[in-house]
T-cell receptor, first 107, second 113 residues
Framework: KNEVEQSPQNLTAQEGEFITINCSYS?????LHWLQQHPGGGIVSLFM?????KKHGRLIATINIQEKHSSLHITASHPRDSAVYIC?????????WGAGTKLIIKP | SQTIHQWPATLVQPVGSPLSLECTVE??????LYWYRQAAGRGLQLLFY??????ISSEVPQNLSASRPQDRQFILSSKKLLLSDSGFYLC????????????FGQGTRLTVV
């Protein structure tokens, strides 16, 4: 079992839908990162969380330290949100990566 | 805030040619630095990490090497590229009191032909 698990692995939705991607971890971490990777493109860091909730535009990230769980939400999804979303926990000077969630938003 | 400049963003190289990918850090000193690789359809795998100048730890045996000639410079190299070296390479760093968070380069997509 991976120390950082993401779900779902793949997600296809219609434009405008509310999207939720989940990340659960089994180790103690000091921070949880959400990153976005576009097809053929690079990595963009979206959020760094150690507690609570952060919002940037249509993106919202939450973390529950007690439950060791984080979620990334996208409101009013758009085809340009199509990408792979990756969570990574930072623990003991190491990054522990989730396998990624491939999101496709259809117009 | 800390930033990593990683270049190039994309690279196409012939088999047997050398490789040099570089990342430089701004906004902090004495960071821990990491090189990761993502093969097609797979997750990110740690290749090398460095806690200081000249200090490199290798996580997996491979055709690659890393060097840290300066505090804020981390280089990934190969003398002769293989087809299997194709993939996405990401430089990352961590710093700050207690090293509680990480920061990331944009990555390099390498295609060996």
């Amino acid at each position: 079992k991976n120390e950082v698990e993401q779900s779902p692995q793949n997600l296809t939705a219609q434009e405008g839908e509310f999207i939720t991607i989940n990340c659960s971890y089994s180790v103690g971490i000091s921070a949880l990162h959400w990153l976005q990777q576009h097809p053929g493109g690079g990595i963009v860091s979206l959020f760094m969380l150690s507690s609570g909730k952060k919002k940037h535009g249509r993106l919202i990230a939450t973390i529950n330290i007690q439950e060791k769980h984080s979620s990334l939400h996208i409101t009013a999804s758009h085809p340009r949100d199509s990408a792979v979303y990756i969570c990574a926990g930072y623990s003991n000077y190491q990054l522990i990566w989730g396998a990624g969630t491939k999101l496709i938003i259809k117009p | 805030s800390q930033t990593i400049h990683q270049w190039p963003a994309t690279l196409v190289q012939p088999v047997g040619s050398p490789l040099s990918l570089e990342c430089t850090v701004e906004g902090t000193s004495n960071p821990n630095l990491y090189w990761y690789r993502q093969a097609a359809g797979r997750g990110l795998q740690l290749l090398f990490y460095s806690v200081g100048i000249g200090q490199i730890s290798s996580e997996v045996p491979q055709n690659l090497s890393a060097s840290r000639p300066q505090d804020r410079q981390f280089i990934l190299s190969s003398k002769k590229l293989l087809l299997s070296d194709s993939g996405f390479y990401l430089c990352a760093g961590s710093s700050g009191l207690g090293n509680t968070e990480a920061f990331f380069g944009q990555g390099t997509r390498l295609t060996v032909v």
